[in-house]
């Protein structure tokens, strides 16, 4: 047990340096690939491209990103939720139906907040009580039932009417005077402070622990189920705030928003350099990554790409992704081994 535990303490330090040694060449080559994207942009449709447009354009995927950093810890614990698309859907055409039927609007905000965290808090009991039943599989059932309970209550209806105000939220700026998206910039606020947690303080070290060994870290005293509980619950919550920003966009909630959801953002996990296998993760790699995929899609619209096209590129990115980093330490194994045996 000792050993476990010590094991557990060592690779946790190991895993919890993404930023001084592990991940940060990973990191580096994710800024480098979002330059060159950027600049990219620029040659392609120098019309048409600008510092000022990017920044605006990514009002279109920043909903995402949001749900993308909650993602990570799910992943960084070993664990996946693929139920978000349909609580971000769940919880607005909640919040809607609410608003449409008297409640007043910021109450119907914050029961869509609500519903989000009921869900995700449903999802890490089940998920942490039940050890038996896979994560995939456990969220996959409530992703249908949620969805089918947004079907139950708008059917094939759509539900608007908002204030003006609310459009802000997807569209707006701060100010005239900084013309920072007011998402982009929820975004940028949450991702600071998730870096806080994740990478300076014992709750991070001992979620990265929890995905190195989680038999020795429930050894070592961690509370794992806690842990696991509060993740899932988190995740729950962004979903329903990115269900929120969303719904300012479009201006309406309909049933078979944010489908495929899931997919997108745990793609941008994984291309951040968070491991599906848990124990490494990187916040600073999440969020170049989704920026790096917005700024994709985005030129691929601008060269009329077609829509069943895209999957396909991402896919093939995120195959390098998986396949580039094994390959080249496989080589660098069978380099040392060589040279072991000249030696």
């Known amino acids: 047990m000792e050993n476990d ?6 690779l946790s330090i190991q895993k919890n340096k993404p ?31 600008s510092f000022g447009g990017l920044v605006e354009n990514s009002m279109v ?3 995402k990103g949001i749900i993308a950093l909650s993602m990570m810890l799910i992943l960084v614990i070993g664990e996946i939720d693929i139920s978000v698309g349909s609580v971000a859907c769940l919880s607005s055409v909640i919040m809607a139906f609410s608003y449409n039927h008297g409640v007043p609007f910021i109450p119907a905000l914050a029961i869509a907040l609500a519903v989000g965290i009921i869900c995700g808090c449903f999802n890490g009991f089940i998920i942490t009580y039940f050890r038996e039943l896979a994560p995939m599989i456990v969220t996959l059932a409530t992703m249908t039932i949620y969805r089918g309970i947004a079907y139950i209550i708008l059917g094939d209806t759509s539900s608007g009417g908002f204030p003006a105000w609310f459009g802000s939220l997807g569209w707006g700026y701060l100010s005239e005077d900084l013309p920072v998206p007011i998402n982009l910039t ?9 870096y806080v947690v994740l990478h300076h303080t014992v709750t ?3 979620i990265f622990a929890i995905g190195t060994n989680q038999a020795a870290s429930e050894y070592n005293g961690i509370n794992v189920k806690r842990i696991k509980w509060i993740l899932y619950t988190i995740n729950g919550f962004m979903s329903a705030l990115a269900g929120i920003f969303l719904m300012a966009r479009l201006g309406s909630a309909r049933p078979n928003v944010a489908l495929g959801y899931e997919l997108d953002v745990i793609a941008m996990c994984v291309l951040g350099g968070v491991s599906t296998a848990g124990g490494k ?14 700024y994709l899609r985005y030129g691929m619209n601008i060269r009329n790409v077609p829509g069943q096209i895209m999957p396909m590129v991402i896919g093939i990115l995120l195959l390098l992704v998986l396949v580039v980093p094994n390959l080249t330490a496989a080589i660098r194994d069978r380099i040392k081994v060589e040279l072991q045996k000249n030696n």
Request: hydrophobic content about 65%.
């Open 5 to 10: 535990m010590k094991q557990v303490r060592e």
């Open 19 to 49: 930023i001084r040694s592990r991940l940060l060449k990973w990191e580096t080559l994710l800024a480098v690939i979002l330059l060159a994207v950027c600049l990219g942009l620029k040659v392609m449709a120098p019309e048409i491209v």
């Open 61 to 63: 995927f920043i909903d």
């Open 186 to 194: 929820i975004f940028l606020v949450i991702a600071a402070v998730f």
């Open 204 to 206: 991070g070290r001992r």
């Open 281 to 294: 993760g990187s916040v600073i790699g999440v969020v170049l990554s989704v920026f790096l995929m917005g």
